[in-house]
């Protein structure tokens, strides 16, 4: 079977070294979570353009990401919920409200809704993973690789996960990340940088890390089949006809999908607040994070991935994540928000694409021609001839 439009968005998240914590009293919302107050903002970095394809992505200015937190603490002025606000005293024992049967559960495993094993998911994972390294440019800075890597690493030993996860960071300054199945994790560098702490992004990480542990492409793959194989009787009944409407009907099948990808979005929230937060992070950075993107693509449209900017966080699913976050996640006496070690992987970072914008110049791909002052023929005399106003060539007469 072909895999059709199979790469999900995926991410992965951070332990920091010198953690700021989010300490709650009461049912008080930590001020630098909310979309109220988009305090601890490091100052973003512009990043350049250098995508991979056409003529490279629309990117964001610090401009750019100072007004869209702006303007999602604008429209978003009431205070997230904090955990365990309203908290359902009939939660049943491992189903996906239960917080506490993480790891135990298998969402959406091997059946009628997913026919593919866990071997199909890591073998066609890993052959897309090699076609996106070759036409990427991964970030090798030992420092960053290791940070990113152990951040997910926390969050993936925190989730649902069957699979042991590859992570790795790509040099893009577009906003995305991507979960294949079978755990191989690339998160780009413009999302890092978009990132104001790093609750942030683990929660976009932990969504991300949500999309393999309930093995959405898997179950959206069975769906196309099952979609394939319920026009299959019209053939042998209706002749060409009947065939015609077959392939018409293949047309239908992207628009079909879109659908459920979005309750797989939905899904993948519910389950990355949990992922987040039984890492340790404060769960709300999942809602500040997208409330931002939401705001930063409206005022600049293009400057997110097209995969993660096809399901943005409408109203009605910020509500329910934060319904969930008050009603199944046990309070606690407080939450990681971020760490000095995000703003120092952030620093290295921008430098590093700092420098390659240097390197790379506005023309980088166009050769750069250099005029000599020397007028004689000898292209390595650094000699004045004299004609100090004339540098058009000299012809003399032999003897």
Known sequence: MKLKNLVLLTTLAAVPAVPVVAQTSG?????????SNPGNTPQ?????????????????????????RAEAA???????????????????KGSEEDVNATGTRDIGGRG????????????????????????????TDPVIVEYVNRVGQNIVKNSDAKVPFTIKVIDSDEINAMALPGGFFYVNSGLILAADNESELAGVMAHEIAHVCAHHAARQMTRLEYMQLSTVPLIFMGGYTAYGIYEASQLAIPLGFLKFSRNFEAEADYLGIQYAYRSGYDPQGLIT??????????????????????HPQTPDRIDRS??????????????????????????????????RKV???????????RRTSASNNDPASTQDSGNSNDNRPVLNRRD
């Open 112 to 139: 009628l809704g997913n026919w593919f094993s866990t071997d199909w998911e890591v073998r066609n994972g890993k052959s897309y993973a090699v076609e996106i390294e070759r036409s990427s440019h991964l970030i």
């Open 74 to 92: 604008k429209n978003n002025n009431q205070p997230i919920p904090e955990p365990g606000d309203e908290l359902k005293k009939d939660i049943k």
């Open 44 to 68: 973003s970095k512009s990043p350049t353009n250098g995508g991979p394809t056409g003529d490279g992505p629309v990117t964001a200015t610090k401009e750019d990401m100072d007004k869209a």
């Open 359 to 369: 390197d790379g110049g506005k023309d980088g791909n166009k050769p750069t021609l």
């Open 289 to 310: 994070m997208f409330e931002k993107l939401d705001a930063l693509e409206k005022r600049k449209p293009g400057v997110l991935a097209r995969a993660f900017s096809d």
């Open 27 to 35: 049912q008080q919302t930590p001020t630098s979570t909310t979309s």
């Open 322 to 355: 934060e319904q969930e976050i008050a009603t199944i996640l046990p309070a606690r006496p407080d939450y990681l928000v971020t760490s000095s070690e995000f703003d120092d992987i952030k620093a290295r970072l921008a430098r590093i694409q700092n420098k």
